[in-house]
């Protein structure tokens, strides 16, 4: 069984005249231990896809599972453990907590989680070491540099020691050097910790860090094809 | 998730806005504040009230001219005669009050004291030889009225200690001449500083014998009052009852409804003290507690406009694993906490002011006035706040945890 299965998936916003379809018709498949890329123009549903992936919004049609059950199949609170202990997001415009530590927004998923509050703090700082902030744990999130706020923000989605990271444009917002950086550490989650990643992106270089692309324009698939020279973010660095 | 855990991040959210909250709880204090205020300053008054009746000594019968009042508009019972020497003479008889230890009538008139050029306006009273040792009244200087005086309609005056020394100063009173009314009376007595004892400033006190006043000064051959005392606190009820029939004969009443006296006990007129006292204390709370609404209707709508400013929080929040009943609880518990401390900071600005206030009428009002911090207004102050921070908190909050976290991701 596949870990995500995705069947004539549909999304509609809108009614008659204003109505835009951001999705149609989008079927694929993906394993756990997986490394994906979805590429796209500006507008062509990337971003869609992935909020209905990680159970963030509801499809207009079609199916959606996660270890074999639909959204529909799973309670509120179930979807709920789902995001925070399953899925971790690396959020296009970063959405840290402003006025608020690096290490605080980190420990914000463990909030949920039901793990002790006593081993907060040391499962936060691992993740935080993992990005290489530990130097910025007590700084305001605010403060923060485009790259190490995207740094913060995947050592948050890391906390919770997920399934599937999920990283939409995590490179976007980044000059090329701390892009890969940032690719770099994505990259480990995939090689090292065996977590399923679906990156999305814009960039074909920075997709080809991937095993696979799926190509999306207008709301459907492209192209769906294996990555045959995959790049290596610790050996560009060197 | 734990209550600690979730304390921990409503107090976060407040202190991220901290003055914005502050502004938000001020109607909440302003309403608490003035609940205590009320509910310290109405027992104040109070208590202040029964000390004074609790002074004149649980062993005393007030007997009143007049009708039972029927209703508030009916004065009837303040002007009128009916008490008279032959009552005082029917009570004072064993045979009818057996229980009687020390009877006196009292007539009592606003009048001008005077000695050499200086005056002073005050209360005279004039009773019995019964009347001051019935109030544990002992002179310092000199002696009290005595039975000859009140037969012989002797023109002697007993003097307060305040009284006095307005009038001679630091020089001895006893045998000198003060004028009432143009009229000559010789000071037999001066009494050490007392205070109040029951409705009586004894410190003030100019007392003469009572025929004398009826006859020379007030011109009247009524009284104002016949205060009775018994011998136990046991026989007071039975002494009542003595005393209503003696007067009901001496009257010629056969309806006790028609009864043209009143007679009072210090039970009665704790009791009527207290239920008058507690329902204007309730009317001034009612008003105060509109202000509370208000403060809970102000917290709402902070709550509102907070609730749509973090929307983002509450999308991420949520798609990182919050669950609605967390969102739910967060932005309730934020409105509790607002509520809460508002209370508390309110019962405290309450307790400050009332303790001033107390301090500036015993200075003024009476010395007898002491502060009483209310603790079941303390208590419910702060279960109201609560209330009010749930009541209000609910709608909000109930926002919050439904929206969606695309929507509320996608705000900017
Ligand atoms: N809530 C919404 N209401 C109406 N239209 C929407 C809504 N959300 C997205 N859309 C539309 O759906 C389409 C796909 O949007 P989406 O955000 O998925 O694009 P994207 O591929 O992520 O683009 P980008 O690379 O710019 O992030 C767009 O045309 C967008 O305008
Ligand atoms: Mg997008």
Known sequence: ?238 | MSIKQLFKISSAGLIVNRSRSLLTILGIVIGVAAIIMVMALGKGAENLILKQIQGIGSKTIAVEPGAESRNMADFSSLFTDSLRERDLEAIRNKTNVPHMVSVTPVVMQSLAVSYDTESKRTNVLGVSEDMLPMFDITPEKGILIADEDVKGMSSVVVLGAEIKEKLFGFSDAVGEKVKIKDRSFRVIGVIGKKGQVGMLNVDELVAIPYTTAQKYLMGMNYFQEIIVQTDSEENVLGTVEDIKATLRESHDIDDPSKDDFQVHTQADAMEMVSSVMGALTALLVAVAAISLVVGGIGIMNIMIVSVTERTREIGLRKALGATNSNILSQFLLEAVILTIAGGVIGIIIGALLSLLASAVLSQTVSSGWSFSFPVSAAVVGVVVSSVIGVIFGLYPARQAAAKNPIEALRYE
């Not at chain 1, 919004?57 to 079609?62: F, L, N, V, Y």
């Not at chain 1, 000059?175 to 990156?199: F, H, P, R, W, Y």
């Open chain 1, 1 to 238: 069984m596949a870990l995500i299965e995705v069947e004539r998936l549909e999304k509609h916003y809108g009614e008659g005249e204003e109505r835009t379809d951001a999705l149609c018709d989008i079927s694929f498949k993906i394993d756990e231990g997986d490394f994906i890329a979805i590429m796209g123009p500006s507008g062509s549903g990337k971003s869609t896809l992935l909020h209905i992936m990680g159970f963030l919004d509801r499809p207009s049609s079609g199916i959606f599972r996660f270890e074999g059950k639909t959204i529909d199949e799973y309670s509120d609170d179930e979807l709920a453990a789902i995001r925070n202990k399953k899925l971790g997001f690396i959020f296009q415009s970063f959405h840290l907590l402003p006025r608020t530590t690096v290490l605080e927004n980190v420990k914000l998923p463990l909030v949920y989680s039901g793990i002790k509050e006593s081993l907060w703090d040391e499962k936060a700082r691992a993740a935080i070491e993992a990005v290489g902030l530990s130097h910025r744990i007590s700084h305001d999130a605010v403060h923060l540099s485009g790259g190490e706020k995207q740094r913060v923000a995947i050592a948050r989605s890391l906390v919770n020691d997920p399934k599937v990271v999920f990283a939409d444009e995590p490179t976007g917002n980044l000059d090329s050097k701390s892009g890969q950086a940032v690719m770099e550490i994505i990259q480990d989650l995939n090689d090292k910790k065996g977590i399923t990643v679906i990156l999305i992106t814009h960039e074909t270089y920075t997709a080809e860090h991937a095993e696979r692309i799926i190509r999306i324009k207008d709301g459907m698939i492209d192209n769906d094809s294996k990555v045959s020279n995959r790049h290596k973010a610790s050996e560009f660095l060197k």
